[in-house]
């Protein structure tokens, strides 16, 4: 099976980083298996550092540095990725919710885009201002079949009460939001709980984000105007779960969450 190629190095640090992976592997003549074993990973997994769709850890750069005696090539590109922005954060974000085998997300102001019916999410693109709104809609709702694959992840979902509050498309849209949101709670796989305006000042006011556990371990993404960010280095991941532990402790049970939902979905005129 051919090799996926190598991302351009012009476009990002991490792009830059996964090139020069190849680019040091090939020039030493070696083969993704011997090139695995000086960082510990198999041949697969070799190919897919190089091609940007894992990350090489803080681990795995010094031991090359050390194998390559580069001075501290490796890691000094792997510190500036994590600092730079990326723009291809949102979709590699995307590429983690597709196979993650768990999902938390906390939103502040809108249903999860997970979550979301077709007219929520067009009066969501509408708002923004986006071209072809209907492309974006249908990506999004395409990203919902991630929810139905064998065997299905297990999502943590916790909602300020605020998303209950605002009216997005007005009361019919969201009348119809609520009762898909409550559907979707009864699913065995799916924990959905609200986060009072009565629990006053919480950590949850800084903003909306989400872990997403995979085979390889977790990363969090945190949403942004223009584009969010996604963390993979395992302390800040850490610190994320953290966030997530504080901000449930003060969200109400799964039985009076749906209730609230119920009660909002009643008021919306």
């Known amino acids: 099976m051919p090799s996926k190629p190598s991302p351009d190095p012009?476009?990002?640090?991490?792009?830059?980083?996964?090139?020069?992976l190849r680019f040091y592997r090939l020039r030493a003549r070696m083969s993704g298996e011997t090139f695995g074993k000086i960082i510990g990973v198999v041949r697969s997994t070799v190919s897919r550092l190089e091609s940007g769709e894992l990350r090489l850890d803080e681990k795995q750069a010094i031991a090359l540095d050390q194998h390559f005696a580069t001075g501290g090539h490796f890691l000094r590109l792997l510190?500036?990725?994590?600092?730079?922005?990326?723009?291809?954060?949102?979709?590699?974000?995307?590429?983690?919710?597709?196979?993650?085998?768990?999902?938390?997300?906390?939103?502040?102001?809108?249903?999860?885009?997970?979550?979301?019916?077709?007219?929520?999410?067009?009066?969501?693109?509408?708002?923004?201002?986006?071209?072809?709104?209907?492309?974006?809609?249908?990506?999004?709702?395409?990203?919902?079949?991630?929810?139905?694959r064998s065997p299905r992840p297990l999502v943590w979902v916790v909602l300020s009460q605020s998303v209950l509050d605002w009216p997005v498309?007005?009361?019919?849209?969201?009348?119809?939001?609520?009762?898909?949101?409550?559907?979707?709670?009864?699913?065995?796989?799916?924990?959905?709980?609200?986060?009072?305006?009565?629990?006053?000042?919480?950590i949850g006011l800084d903003g909306p984000f989400k872990i997403l556990s995979v085979d390889e371990g977790d990363a969090a993404y945190t949403e942004a105007h223009g584009g969010g960010r996604l963390v993979l280095g395992t302390g800040e991941v850490r610190q994320f779960g953290t966030r997530w532990e504080r901000i449930g402790s003060k969200a109400l049970p799964e039985d009076a969450s749906r209730t609230l939902v119920e009660q909002a979905m009643e008021e919306m005129k």
């Open 10 to 20: 012009m476009t990002s640090m991490w792009a830059w980083l996964a090139y020069d």
């Open 79 to 148: 510190t500036y990725a994590k600092l730079g922005h990326n723009p291809d954060w949102f979709r590699e974000h995307v590429s983690y919710e597709a196979r993650a085998l768990a999902l938390k997300i906390y939103e502040l102001a809108l249903i999860p885009g997970l979550f979301q019916i077709e007219s929520y999410a067009r009066a969501c693109f509408e708002a923004a201002g986006v071209e072809d709104i209907d492309g974006h809609v249908a990506e999004r709702l395409q990203r919902q079949e991630s929810l139905e």
């Open 169 to 202: 498309g007005g009361p019919e849209v969201m009348r119809a939001q609520f009762a898909h949101l409550l559907d979707m709670a009864k699913a065995p796989n799916v924990s959905l709980r609200i986060l009072p305006r009565t629990a006053g000042a919480t």
